[in-house]
Nanobody, 116 residues
């Protein structure tokens, strides 16, 4: 059974930092491209950052220079370090694993709220 479990969300003040984690099980993690998405109320789910099996990273423009995605294949975990957080970063953050052969798997999401 495939599971992606996010953690690390919470309430933080503007300018603060959070680190999200997504622990995967039931998949050969090193063979999956991993990504973080977010969805704010009333908005569509959008890509935040992705990291390929080889380590190449892509970032959405609004988070460039503030967020860093990384992966630890030994721990089957992908991370999202979020710095200089803004109120507009408030959303539910989802982890996604993608494989050409097996398709996509999603986590259940973790809430991030940036507010003073």
């Amino acid at each position: 059974q495939v599971q992606l479990v996010e953690s690390g969300g919470g309430l933080v003040q503007p300018g603060g930092s959070l680190r999200l984690s997504c622990a995967a099980s039931g998949i050969i993690f090193s063979g999956y491209n991993m990504a973080w998405y977010r969805q704010a109320p009333g908005n569509q789910r959008e890509l935040v950052a992705s990291i390929a099996t080889g380590g190449r990273t892509i970032y959405a423009d609004p988070v460039k220079g503030r967020f860093t995605i990384s992966r630890d294949n030994a721990k089957n975990t992908v991370y999202l370090q979020m710095n200089s957080l803004k109120p507009e970063d408030t959303a539910v953050y989802y982890c996604k694993g993608s494989s050409y052969y097996a398709g996509d798997y999603w986590g259940q999401g973790t809430q991030v709220t940036v507010s003073s």
